[in-house]
C-alpha cells in the first residue's frame, strides 16, 4: 500500500520544467486575447477558401457570359434582313426608318425597341406605334397616323388638324391635302369636341348634300357649327346643345328644299331650339 501511495504521488508530480511549460502556453493565450488577435482555427480557414473558390467560380461565369454576349451581338447570324412597316399613310416607309434608326445590316439583339418607338413617337403624326422583333433577322412596325380632318390657322401658319380641331403638323407642298379650314373663334373653344362629331352624323344622316365639300367650318357660342359650303353660296348652321334633334329637323328641310327644287337658290339654313330657319340668296323667289 505505500508502493501504490508513492506511484501516485509520483504521477501527480509536475516538475519546475513542465510547470514552466505549461504556464507559458496560458500566458501566451491571455496576451493574444487581450490583444485581439483571432486564434487560428479549421473553419475559419475554410470559410477563407470558400470565398476564394465562389470568386474564382463567379468571375468564370462572368466571362464566359461575356464570351456567349459577344458572339451573339457580332455574328452576321443575327444581322436584321427584313423591316416590315404598315399603317402609314401621310408618312411613308422610308420615314419611319429614318425616324427610328433602323437598317439591313444591323444586329437585331443589340435593338432597344422602347427607343425605337419613342423616336417614332417624336413624329407628330404618330398616333400610336408597336415594334415587334422576331429572331433572327426580322423587325415588323406597325403605325396608327393621326387622320387630318381640318386646316387651322396658327401664327399664321396653316396646320393640318385632327377631328378635334387639335393641330397635328404644318401643311406641306408634298403632301397636300384639300380640307375644310376650321375657325374657332374666342367664345366656340368649349364647342370644339362636337365639331367631328357633328360632321360624322351629317355624313350618316345622307343629306341632299355633301358636307365633304364643306370650305369653313366655323365656332362660335351665338351661331354654334356653321357649316360653309363649296364657293360659300350656302351656309348651314346648327346649335350643338341638341343636335340630334337639330340635325334631324335640318334633315327634313333639306330634303324637302331638294325636292322643290330650291336648295340651289337658298343662302342659309339655321336649326335651333326645335325650328328651322331657311334664309333665300338675295334676289331670289
Known amino acids: 500500500m505505500l508502493n501504490l501511495f508513492r506511484r501516485r504521488a509520483k504521477n501527480s508530480y509536475v516538475g519546475p520544467a513542465r510547470k514552466q511549460e505549461k504556464t507559458g502556453r496560458q500566458e501566451s493565450k491571455e496576451v493574444r486575447k487581450k490583444s485581439g488577435t483571432p486564434l487560428p482555427s479549421r473553419s475559419v480557414v475554410s470559410w477563407i477558401f470558400g470565398l476564394g473558390l465562389g470568386l474564382l467560380l463567379f ?31 401621310h408618312l411613308s416607309q422610308d420615314d419611319i426608318l429614318e425616324l427610328c434608326g433602323l437598317k439591313p445590316g444591323m444586329n437585331s439583339l443589340t435593338v432597344n425597341i422602347s427607343e425605337v418607338e419613342q423616336k417614332l413617337y417624336g413624329n407628330p403624326w404618330i398616333a400610336s406605334v408597336s415594334v415587334k422583333r422576331t429572331l433572327p433577322d426580322s423587325f415588323e412596325i406597325y403605325v ?8 387651322v390657322l396658327i401664327n399664321g401658319v396653316m396646320h393640318y388638324a385632327n377631328k378635334d380641331g387639335r393641330p397635328i403638323a404644318p401643311v406641306q ?75 334631324a329637323r335640318l334633315h327634313v328641310v333639306l330634303k324637302d328644299l331638294a325636292r322643290r327644287g330650291e336648295l340651289k337658290s337658298t343662302r342659309e339654313i339655321w336649326s335651333a331650339d326645335g325650328n328651322v330657319w331657311v334664309i333665300p340668296q338675295r334676289g331670289a323667289k
Open 59 to 89: 468571375l468564370g461565369v462572368g466571362m464566359g457570359l461575356f464570351q456567349i454576349y459577344n458572339y451573339l451581338t457580332t455574328s452576321p447570324y443575327f444581322n436584321i434582313k427584313n423591316i416590315s412597316v404598315s399603317g402609314v399613310s
Open 144 to 151: 396608327t397616323e393621326h387622320a387630318p380632318t381640318f386646316w
Open 173 to 247: 407642298a408634298q403632301r397636300f391635302i384639300s380640307l375644310p379650314i376650321l375657325e374657332i373663334l374666342e367664345d366656340g373653344e368649349a364647342l370644339r369636341p362636337n365639331v367631328g362629331k357633328l360632321l360624322l352624323a351629317m355624313q350618316d344622316a345622307q343629306l341632299p348634300i355633301d358636307v365633304r365639300l364643306a370650305s369653313i367650318i366655323r365656332v362660335s357660342a351665338s351661331s354654334g357649327i356653321e357649316i360653309v359650303l363649296g364657293d360659300g353660296t350656302l351656309s348651314l348652321c346648327i346649335q350643338p346643345d341638341d343636335w340630334t334633334a337639330n340635325l
